[in-house]
């Protein structure tokens, strides 16, 4: 039995699920960031992040690591193209959703929008929507003409939906109006069955924590690179040096 520490809340486990439904492969979903999860994730994973995947003696950290370990061992369903220019566009994408995007969305996030009471810097969220107009535009024509993004569902859409998703939670999603392929895509990819079981999680988890007076933002955010890294690059170290400063910054374990 494959067993996936995950979280409903984050980006990458949920990609990784969407990976395991769409092969239609049993498995065992544990919240690894809960309370109750916590000890066991720690055990697998001392860095205490998910996701993590442990399939018999295999345990395997990382998303796009758990993603290429069940395509090679899993291979019915695929989610990488056969075509190799497509595969090579479809793991470009899954790296933009996991890096960039992925900046963006949590710095928006943490920084105070996603948050109740938060202290976002000066023009965060006007930085976060000009680099997701960027991305959008490059969506567009890339869905010219096409349903999905390298000819056929691969791991470009699996990787992207749940960020997508995120950046309409926080306000910096894209315009229909000027993005009509984008959205016709989206909806696309909304009506799959494990699209729509994705968001009907996330849905619950986020139902959950407001019956329990909402989300909270944790006294100390985790920051790895490439979230670190958008935010110096886009001029907003001062803020980040003050939440040091304040104790408000967690780094991963080694």
Known sequence: MITLYDNAFSPFARKVRLVLEHKQLAFEAIDGLAAAGHARLAEVNPRIEVPVLVDAETTVVNSPHIVAYLEHRYPARPIYPADPAERAAALRWERLADTLIDAITHDASNGGFGFPGGSMPRGLLDAAREDMAVIYADLERALRSRDFLCGELSIAELALFPQLTATRFLDIGFD???????????????????????????????????SEGGLHRPPRIVWRGDRIEWLLARGFHEWFFEEIRQGRVAWPRC
């Open 176 to 210: 229909g109006s000027t993005h009509p392929r984008l959205l016709a895509w989206y909806k696309r990819l909304r009506a799959l069955d494990v699209c729509r079981a994705d968001l009907e999680r996330t849905q619950a988890f986020l139902a959950a924590a407001q």
